[in-house]
């Protein structure tokens, strides 16, 4: 609705009872003796609301876990007047745009979207709201989940009889992002032919140590 109300030509007046989160258009009609002018053009549309606000996160920040390969999609809405600066990073790295992820932030909404995640995007994520009426942050984890690397070099032959070898090796550098939950061994006949079968079928992840049974004397494994 339009409402006219006469005040002093001082050239700024103020319009009380708006609904927080509408939009309006103003204008202008001068009056004098005469009576009323021909309404001014319209102003631009705008919304009510606070001209100076805080930051504030509004989604809900909770740590993510994928598989590698997954795409990573982070959605986040905040508050904040005039409108938030807002900076990612990942550890001690800014988070930008590259080859393989997205950064958006467009008003009140930022947005991350990585494909084909690999290890190397785990890590704890940072994001920083500013303006000039302050500060907002948080953080979460992103777990990215892979198969391990393979277990640690040197592979040490603890013991050797005529029937069994016992060998030790060290943990995989990288897990992968979860526990080791076991180790398979597995062998080669050198002397008769053959591809890899199972040799031992689990070794208890606490172990970094096994013994071979069942093997033939004089045969090169």
């Known amino acids: 609705s339009r409402n006219c109300n006469c005040v002093r030509p001082v ?20 009056v004098n003796s005469a009576g009323p002018s021909a309404p001014s053009e319209p ?4 919304v009510c609301k606070k001209r100076y606000l805080a930051p504030k996160i509004t989604t809900p ?4 876990t994928i598989k590698a390969g997954q795409i990573l999609h982070l959605d986040i809405d905040f508050i904040g007047e005039p409108p938030p600066e807002v900076v990612w990073t990942v550890g ?18 930022t947005i991350i979207h990585t494909v084909n995640t690999k290890r190397s995007d785990s890590g704890t994520y940072h994001i920083l709201l500013r303006n000039s009426s302050g500060t907002d942050q948080g953080s979460f984890q992103v777990s990215v989940l892979d198969r391990p690397d393979p277990p640690g070099e040197p592979l040490v ?16 550098k990288d ?3 979860s526990e080791i939950t076991g180790y398979v061994i597995e062998k080669r006949d050198l ?3 053959g591809g890899w079968v199972p040799a031992v079928n689990w070794v208890s992840p606490v172990n970094t140590h096994a013994t071979v049974p069942r093997l033939l004397e004089g045969t090169k494994y």
Do not use: M
């Open 61 to 64: 920040l909770k740590d993510i």
């Open 92 to 109: 001690s790295r800014d988070l930008k745009t590259d080859s393989r992820t997205t950064v958006t932030s467009i008003g009140y909404h």
């Open 157 to 172: 032959y603890e013991e050797i009889t005529s029937s069994s070898v016992t060998l030790s090796w060290k943990p995989p």
């Open 191 to 193: 002397t008769h032919g």
């Open 43 to 46: 102003s631009d549309p705008v």
């Open 11 to 30: 050239g700024t007046a103020t319009v009380p009872d708006l609904t927080k989160g509408q939009e309006y258009e103003f204008r202008i009609i001068a």
């Open 175 to 177: 897990n992968g992002g």
